[in-house]
């Protein structure tokens, strides 16, 4: 290598030199910072949607616990107007009476009197919202899922 007055640098002197060291750091980071970046951004969005979606389905079983549950499609518009995705009502809300509670779910009541817990029967709606998500980088669909699924339960009588 040749300096601009013809001399020769030895490979010491190279070996020395410190000029764009920075630059060259940089791109060969960039790249990695960049698909870290999009990696957050995606998780971000991802629970920014997760959020809305179980926000969709707890308006529904609001509106069930004021109005009750003889309007599917006004429990269908609570759910799609509660945020400004778009949620569908799916599936359809379920709404049963003469309900027990047993651990995490609900059995039929018994022909007569109270649940085993001690409680009377009830009536509950059980309310799902879905919407999509679709991830900014192509590669994180491998990772996170497209659809997404919330849904609430309510004891309303």
């Not at 969709?56 to 004021?66: D, E, F, L, R």
């Not at 047993?102 to 009830?122: I, Q, R």
Request: net charge neutral; charged share 10%.
């Amino acid at each position: 290598m040749r300096t601009a007055k013809g001399h020769r640098l030895a490979w010491s002197e190279l070996a020395r030199a410190r000029e764009g060291v920075a630059a060259l750091e940089l791109a060969l980071l960039a790249p990695t910072l960049l698909l870290l970046l999009m990696g957050m951004f995606d998780l971000a969005q991802l629970a920014y949607t997760t959020m809305e979606v179980n926000a969709a389905a707890n308006a529904g079983v609001q509106y069930v616990y004021a109005n009750g549950c003889s309007s599917t499609s006004g429990i269908a518009s609570a759910i799609t107007g509660a945020t400004s995705l778009t949620v569908q009502a799916s599936p359809s809300p379920v709404c049963s009476v003469s309900q027990c509670v047993a651990s995490d779910s609900l059995t039929a009541a018994p022909s007569s009197g109270n649940c085993a817990s001690g409680e009377p029967p009830g009536s509950f709606a059980t309310v799902s919202a879905q919407a999509s998500y679709t991830p900014v980088a192509p590669w994180s669909s491998l990772l996170f899922p497209t659809t997404l699924t919330a849904s609430s339960t309510i004891r309303y009588k």
